[in-house]
C-alpha cells in the first residue's frame, strides 16, 4: 500500500517561504510512474488541490497559487516536494500529499500557518 509521509510546515509570517516535503513509501520503482500532487485544508473547510506534477514533470496550479508555489519532483528519492513564496495569512491549512489526479488514502498531513 502506498503511503505518505509529508513534513516542512510550521509557522511562517507573511510573505515568508516554507519547503514541504512528502516521502512516498510502498511505490518502488513505480513511483515515477505516478502523477502526484499537493492538496491543503484550510481549518473547517473542505480539502483542495494546489499543485499536481505529472510523471513527465509538467505542472499545474489552482489559481490560489499560481506564481507564488513550485511543486517539483526526485523519482530517485521517491519524494515530492512545495516550494511556498509569498506566504499569505489565507494559505494556513494542513497540507497533504497524494496521487494526482486520483488520490488514495490520505496521509497525516503537515500545518502551514502564515501569522504575523
Known amino acids: 500500500q502506498v503511503q505518505f509521509v509529508e513534513s516542512g510546515g510550521g509557522l511562517v509570517q507573511p510573505g515568508g517561504s516554507l519547503r514541504l516535503s512528502c516521502a512516498v513509501s510502498?511505490?518502488?520503482?513505480?513511483?515515477?510512474?505516478?502523477?502526484m500532487g499537493w492538496y491543503r485544508q484550510p481549518a473547517g473547510l473542505q480539502r483542495e488541490w494546489v499543485a499536481s506534477i505529472t510523471t513527465n514533470s509538467k505542472t499545474r496550479y489552482s489559481d490560489s497559487v499560481k506564481g507564488r508555489f513550485t511543486i517539483s519532483r526526485d523519482d530517485d528519492k521517491n519524494t515530492v516536494y512545495l516550494q511556498m513564496d509569498s506566504l499569505k495569512p489565507e494559505d494556513t491549512a494542513i497540507y497533504f500529499c497524494?496521487?494526482?489526479?486520483?488520490?488514495?488514502?490520505w496521509g497525516q498531513g503537515t500545518q502551514v500557518t502564515v501569522s504575523s
Open positions: 497524494n496521487q494526482s489526479p486520483y488520490p488514495s488514502s
Open positions: 510502498g511505490s518502488g520503482s513505480l513511483f515515477r510512474s505516478i502523477g
